[in-house]
């Protein structure tokens, strides 16, 4: 196996670019500044991905490639950047409370009326804490987001430093209690999120075609759900360019009253749908993919049959690069 395709497989293992001090400073500036200020720095870090991280930028154009049917432009990729750059950069202010600059929308409300528990499954496409303050401040409704904690840790210890209770909003994967945890908080009438678009080595993975090509996706929150029993939304926080959002959701699956010998039917179909729908979602925003690595070439030998899925119950474990 080659080292790219390695790094390929094992994302979370890739280095994370940027010094925790620069990080601070930006972080600092960016909310002294105000956000109309700061967003000029967006630009030169928008080029110096373009042009001196080449992973990135192939991975960029090859997905972009897809998309569009031909080979992407330059000016595509570097707006694929800056978008992703918009997002991070954004995450400040969310997390600072300082909602007045955004103009946001929800598609999908009635979902939650009443406003029952519910799972979200979701990518790295846009934004989770635009999800996650809209969530808790303007709804009423908690969410608690599944991630793994290790993966981009400096710019998460910044994060943490703007808004300590931050990381009660987190269930972090990969350990024993995760889904119990999950479960606990579903049952205080958190809505519970997680990402089918990553795993860690040894998680169940499902393959479905995806933008012309197969791809691999977890298996656990479709899992997790029928298992407790949950309602499964879709959902995402798609990055509208300048200060505007749409938050969508749209209901996937519902296992509340699913009889357990139809559940592994009900998940795959589930996962069917979920994959559907997050294609023509980003087919219709592309500059909010986040993947900057060849997410096609991920191994696939932890690949489970679909026969076999039933008896495995460990979810995911995902964060954003």
Known sequence: ??????????????????????????????????RRVS?????????????FVPAARRASRDFLGRVHGRPARWGEVYRHFHDFASTIHDRLFFLSDRFEAFEVEVVGAECFDPPD????????????DVLRAMGRFERDLPISMMMYPE????????????NPERSQDIIPLGRIDSMLEAGTRLEQGHLVGMLADRSLEGDPMGTRPFLGQPARFAVGPFRMAAILRQ???????????????????????DFRDLPRRNRSRAVDEAMDRYVD???????????????FYDFWGAEPEQEQPRDE????????SQERP
Do not use: D
Not at 309 to 316: D, K, L, Q, S, V
């Open 277 to 291: 729908r997050l294609e023509t979602l980003v087919r219709a925003y592309p500059g909010n993919w986040f993947n």
């Open 309 to 316: 899925r039933e008896t495995a119950t460990t979810p995911p």
């Open 39 to 51: 967003r000029l720095l967006l630009a030169p870090i928008s080029l110096y991905f373009l042009l």
């Open 117 to 128: 528990p519910a799972i979200l499954v979701g990518a790295h496409f846009g934004s989770f």
């Open 151 to 162: 993966n981009a840790r400096k710019i998460q210890q910044v994060l943490e430093a703007l």
């Open 231 to 253: 309602r499964l939304l879709l959902m995402a926080g798609i990055y509208l360019g300048g200060n505007r959002y749409r938050i969508h959701f749209e209901p996937l699956a």
């Open 1 to 34: 196996m080659s080292r790219e395709h390695t790094a390929a497989a094992h994302w979370w293992t890739r280095r994370e670019r940027g010094h925790p001090a620069l990080l601070r400073l930006m972080a600092f500036v960016s909310l002294k500044a105000g």
